[in-house]
């Protein structure tokens, strides 16, 4: 677009980095004529904020390496008029104008507008535990620089207070500035939205390389030198952070009297507008659609800022928008570990009432012959009456990433889950399998959807075997005198079909590792008229499922 369509003269943004710069560059590459106006109460408009983990702990050695664009950049590429240490005071919407303060001098001004795009970001959770003012945060560059100043003073010992994303990369990084690190995670698992038999491997990762986890308790007090837990104990704590959490900032949307959705986001329409039509929102601040339920959810995430940055420049400049849901698809790394997951987990369905079947899966990230090849675990569920995708997650090394961004697009595409099975996806050694680790979970969900194979979840075996069904490991003996499931018959695969006539009529839930094996002897048992179950995701899930289950990781280390 060459020339001024839309009418509007001047456009306000406040708030930059992802969703407001992403607002504020395409609108105006989409016209020219416009004066664009960016506030900022922080010091840096544009910089990495997911970096900023691995500033404090030395992986990025340069702050200046965070900073992506300066004020004095954009002004000369996109004649930006972008104000730092500038902080909206007062929004009269009646009036079309903004409020401002300078931070630094304390001048107080007014900005009118004729479009107004909020981009606050989200606040850190602060609770109001004794001590928490001398926690640190970790969500602006200036955050960054106090902690990292904190580390380079060299402390013995360091408490991260939450296991979600960000305090597990700090966790990370800490330790790699050789700290003693503890995390403290209120909820019984680190990485809630990860299933229990996931998380418990994230968990093992980490003490692994040393840090400490204390899983199902809070904290009640921090001292100026530890962090007292609820059960009594005390941790030593030089330095104290707290990743517990953000919420959106609706500050300066309740200033303008906009209406605020179910989760206390700013509520927008698909095209980004508020309940003002001359204001918009996007990032961390707003409510979003969710994918799998189509209702409205926070969703904090840079991609997702960014592309409602794009949408709400294109409805400004006149443009159609298209809606676009967020499946909340996310990625970590945790030592060795990539953690990924997209769309809904078994908690979350289970809560909403929803039905759904699962498959787990532990396939190489590449053909297992080739050298170098790593093992990944990948649960996926879907809706059992209708096959759509309801959401995956992923653990494990190279290829977790490939797997659920495939998984992410599919769900986006309307795929279905039998459908994965169909997908040509690009096969060599070095790279995949003639069968990639997508394709199979397709051949599964297509063997639980057709009645083909009838699964077990690991945590239901004790029940069964109450109810009369025989366990039997199909694994070698060999496999089998390393560990296996207590109460079970050791029947090898290949000596299943004879000794068929000593093992009985069943009915049986069987089990290998992985769930390949079982999956034959479950399919060599229905042939002849034998009931039977198969273990889902094997002894490995089992092990998993069962370690969660206790909080011992003992047998997965």
């Excluded at 900005?111 to 969500?139: E, H, M, N, Q, T």
């Excluded at 928008?321 to 970590?332: D, E, F, K, N």
């Excluded at 079982?518 to 229905?526: F, I, K, N, Q, V």
Aim: charge should be negative; charged fraction near 20%.
């Amino acid at each position: 677009m060459n020339s001024n369509t839309s009418g509007v003269k001047r456009v306000v943004v406040v708030g930059g980095v992802a969703g407001g710069m992403s607002t504020a560059t395409r609108l105006r590459r989409l016209d020219e004529s416009v004066e664009i106006v960016v506030v900022e109460k922080s010091g840096h408009v544009s910089y990495a904020n997911c970096g900023l983990p691995y500033y404090v702990g030395g992986v990025i050695q340069e702050e200046s390496d965070l900073l992506l664009q300066t004020p004095e950049r954009l002004h000369d590429r996109f004649r930006l008029d972008v104000r730092v240490n500038t902080e909206v005071v007062g929004i009269d919407a009646s009036a079309h104008e903004v409020i401002v303060k300078d931070t630094i001098s304390g001048a107080e001004s007014k900005i009118a507008y004729d479009k107004l795009v909020l981009s606050p970001g989200a606040l850190p959770v602060r609770p109001p535990i004794p001590g928490f003012d001398r926690v640190r945060v970790l969500r602006t560059v200036e955050d960054a620089a106090r902690l990292h100043a904190d580390v380079a003073a060299s402390p013995a010992t360091a408490v991260v207070i939450g296991a979600g994303f960000i305090g597990l990369e700090t966790a990370e990084n800490l330790a790699h500035a050789g700290i003693k690190v503890t995390v403290v995670e209120a909820a019984d698992q680190v990485l809630t939205p990860l299933d229990p038999e996931l998380a418990i491997l994230v968990r093992v990762e980490l003490e692994k390389n040393g840090i400490a986890v204390e899983t199902g308790v809070a904290v009640t007090e921090i001292t100026t030198d530890a962090v007292l837990l609820a059960d009594g104990r005390s941790i030593p704590a030089a330095l104290v952070i707290g990743s517990i959490g953000v919420r959106p900032d609706t500050r300066l949307a309740e200033m303008a009297a906009l209406t605020i959705g179910p989760n206390r986001g700013i509520a927008v329409n698909e095209s980004g507008q508020t309940s003002d039509p001359d204001i918009y929102a996007v990032g961390d601040a707003v409510e979003k659609i969710d994918s799998v339920s189509g209702a409205s959810s926070l969703i904090a995430l840079a991609n997702v800022a960014n592309r409602q940055g794009r949408r709400v420049a294109d409805h400004i400049a006149g443009m159609v928008v298209r809606p676009s849901p967020s499946l909340g698809t996310a990625i970590v790394k945790v030592f060795s570990l990539t953690v990924a997951m997209t769309g809904w987990n078994a908690k979350r369905l289970t809560a909403a009432g929803r039905a759904f079947k699962s498959v787990h899966s532990h396939p190489m990230n590449h053909a297992s012959y080739y050298p170098g090849a790593e093992q990944m675990t990948i649960k996926m569920l879907f809706d059992p009456n209708n096959g759509v995708i309801l959401g995956a997650q992923a653990v494990g090394g190279s290829g977790v990433d490939k797997r659920i961004d495939i998984l992410a697009t599919a769900m986006s595409a309307g795929v279905k889950a039998i459908e994965l099975a169909d997908l040509e996806l690009a096969y060599a050694p070095p790279f995949s399998s003639a069968k990639d680790p997508v394709n199979m979970l397709g051949y599964m969900a297509e063997n639980v959807l057709t009645g083909d194979c009838d699964v077990i979840d690991p945590l239901e075996i004790d029940s069964a075997i109450a109810e009369g069904w025989t366990l039997i490991d199909v694994r070698t003996e060999a496999e089998h005198s390393v560990g296996h499931i207590p109460g079970d018959l050791n029947v090898p695969l290949d000596e299943l079909r004879g000794r068929l006539e000593s093992l009985g009529n069943g009915p049986f839930v069987v089990y290998c590792q992985v769930g390949q094996r079982g999956h034959t002897a479950a399919s060599l048992l229905h042939e002849v008229g034998i009931k039977a179950r198969n273990v889902n995701g094997g002894y490995k899930t089992w092990l998993a499922a069962t370690s969660a289950a206790s909080g011992n990781t003992a047998k997965l280390i």
